[in-house]
């Protein structure tokens, strides 16, 4: 691997040098991203949490043979040649509920009231449908065969003693809550979930609600981020709103408490982009300018075991720049796949997707059955191509685009059910 790290000095006002490769950036972002330790919690708590080891059955489910239907308990081979025109009878024993099984043993010519979900008592094999019996003064009159095991749910015909019931980095599904729960698991260990800080800096910005000053926009990106960051199983730690100031942003990227440092804005090489000069300064800047359309003056690097990102602040670009490189760290030390969290589709090019090579291009397209338009407005500024747009094409560094014609992966900004 060629060496990921942008040896560029103070960039400010001088612009890059060298920029690393995409694959590199990824790479480093796969051997820093380690995965957090395990947290056990309550069952009632893990909907959606990753598993951080497998679990073992510690009990069979059903943990006896019991009954699946409503009705008598025999032994099966007694009720042979039984039907409509030949009922058999049977006296009637005793009774087996839920919860309080029949004490006894089952007699030969003898059956037992049987409720679902009972014992099903010793002797007995079998379990006759109600509808197929009628009781009266003590004697049960069955017009149905049924053979041994009949209605009848076996020790562990769900789950087995010491067998594997779910592997370790599954993302708990509702039902799997009920499994665990089968076996008598109070408790699941999952992976603690990253805490995740995000620092908004610019001396321009403006929440909205507030009173749009003059040479003031309104900011964005921090909604966008909240909600790529819960999406990832992140945790957001803290929003923090800081002026373009070292001061500022050093005490906001220093202050422990967060696996995961966002810096939206301030990455580039102006005047007032500080985040990358304060990260070399406080911890260590890996990464500083990536061949890569838009998002290029992205960075990251580590302070103590904190993985921070410098996102640039432009809109696109801090889509981009985090669904790369800061949501995959998240998902990665969370528990999760490193893969795009989006639905993947094969599309044809219907107008042409330029591109440069050497470079990776993330291409904003609309898809109209099944061919895949490139949205025309789509600068790094233009946060409405993303909302214009179903979807994006990565464009890999060796290519210079794709032709019409061409077969190409679409990832879906949304599911196609969604
Ligand atoms: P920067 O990366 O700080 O140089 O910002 C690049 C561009 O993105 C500038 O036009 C900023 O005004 C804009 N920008 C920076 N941060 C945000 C934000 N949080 N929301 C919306 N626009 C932003
Ligand atoms: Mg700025």
């Known amino acids: 691997m060629s060496n990921p790290i942008t040896n560029n000095p103070d960039v400010r006002m001088r612009g890059f040098t060298s920029r690393a490769l995409v694959e590199d950036v990824l790479a480093w972002v796969d051997d820093n991203a380690h995965r957090l330790s395990t947290d056990p919690i309550e069952l009632a708590d ?26 008598y308990a025999v032994q099966g081979n007694a009720t042979d040649g039984a039907g409509d025109y030949n009922p058999l009878e049977f006296r009637l024993l005793g009774e087996s509920l839920p919860g309080s099984a029949f004490a006894g043993e089952l007699e030969s010519g003898t059956a037992i009231r049987i409720m679902t979900g009972a014992p099903v008592p010793s002797g007995a094999d ?138 939206s804005g301030g990455s580039s090489v102006g005047a007032e ?48 720049a985090y669904d790369f490189f800061a949501g995959r760290a998240i998902r990665l030390r969370g528990g999760r796949s490193s893969d795009w969290p989006y639905p993947r589709i094969a599309a044809t090019v219907e107008r042409k ?30 946060l409405t191509s993303t909302t214009r747009a179903d979807g994006f094409v990565i464009v890999p560094a060796a290519s210079e685009g794709f032709a019409i014609g061409a077969n190409v992966e679409v990832l879906l900004y949304d599911s196609p059910s969604a």
Request: net charge negative; glycine share 10%.
């Open 46 to 71: 893990a909907c959606g949490r990753i598993l951080a080891e497998d679990v073992i059955a510690e009990h069979d489910v059903p943990p006896f043979d019991r009954a699946s239907m409503d009705g």
């Open 126 to 263: 079998a379990v006759v449908p109600a509808e197929y019996a009628t009781e009266s003064n003590g004697v049960v009159r069955i017009t149905t065969a049924v053979s041994p095991g009949k209605h009848v749910g076996r020790i562990g015909e769900d789950v087995q003693t010491g067998s594997v019931l779910l592997h370790a980095g599954r993302r708990l599904r509702p039902q799997d809550l009920g499994v665990l729960a089968s076996v008598g698991a109070p408790t699941v260990n999952v992976v603690r979930r990253p805490s995740v800080r995000v620092i908004i800096t610019g001396d321009e910005l403006v929440l909205p609600g507030e009173t749009l000053g003059a040479d003031c926009i309104f900011e964005s990106n921090s909604f966008v981020l909240r909600s790529l960051i819960q999406r990832d199983g992140g945790r957001l730690e803290s929003m923090r709103r800081v002026k373009d100031d070292r001061d500022s942003i050093t005490k906001a990227m220093c202050d422990t408490g967060a696996d995961v440092v966002l810096v």
């Open 353 to 382: 997707i330029v591109s440069a090579i050497g470079r990776v291009d993330y291409c904003r397209v609309l898809l109209n059955e099944g061919r895949v338009i490139p949205l025309s407005t789509s600068g790094a500024s233009i």
């Open 273 to 320: 982009d500080h985040a990358p000069s304060i990260l070399r300064e406080v911890g260590n800047l890996a990464i500083h300018g990536v061949a890569m359309r838009p998002s290029s003056p992205v960075g990251m690097g580590r302070v103590g075991e904190a993985m921070i990102f410098l996102l640039p602040g432009n809109p696109v670009s801090c889509l981009c």
